[in-house]
């Protein structure tokens, strides 16, 4: 009996339909000046883009992590708060960091973003045609 049981299961385990799974490609390069006596970094970031998707993209999400130490009311600061520490919650403009200049192009054009409307470490990067499934930018 334990023989059928097992035959019946690993048939219907072979004909259960397996779900798609695709994972985007970035590959990126950062070019970096730091101004130790200002305390800023000023750079520049090179990302190849590509949509493993089945489905064409109109717009991209970016994590904008230096904005994760902007103030006390981000989801970061929030974590490390209900963890225990006090560091970014308390800390001063001065100890902490974030970005205060975006600009994003798309093969050279020039596209909208916008923040996401409750996380100020998230932006929407807008294109201006869609990113077809298989495609670069």
Request: charged content about 20%.
């Amino acid at each position: 009996m334990k023989k059928i049981i097992l035959a019946l299961l690993s048939i219907v385990s072979f004909n259960l339909p397996a779900q798609d799974y695709f994972q985007q490609e970035v590959n990126y390069i950062i070019n970096v000046e730091l101004n130790d006596e200002n305390h800023t970094l000023k750079g520049m970031e090179y990302i190849d883009y590509t949509n493993n998707s089945p489905n064409d993209l109109e717009f991209l999400w970016f994590h904008i992590w230096p904005n994760a130490y902007k103030d006390k009311t981000t989801a970061l600061a929030k974590q490390k708060l209900e963890n225990g520490s006090t560091s970014l919650y308390y800390s001063t403009k001065e100890e902490r960091g974030y970005i205060n200049g975006l600009d994003f192009q798309v093969n050279g054009e020039s596209v909208s973003w916008e923040y996401h409307p409750e996380y100020i470490d998230i932006c929407k990067l807008v294109l201006n045609k869609p990113l077809r499934a298989g495609q670069s930018i």
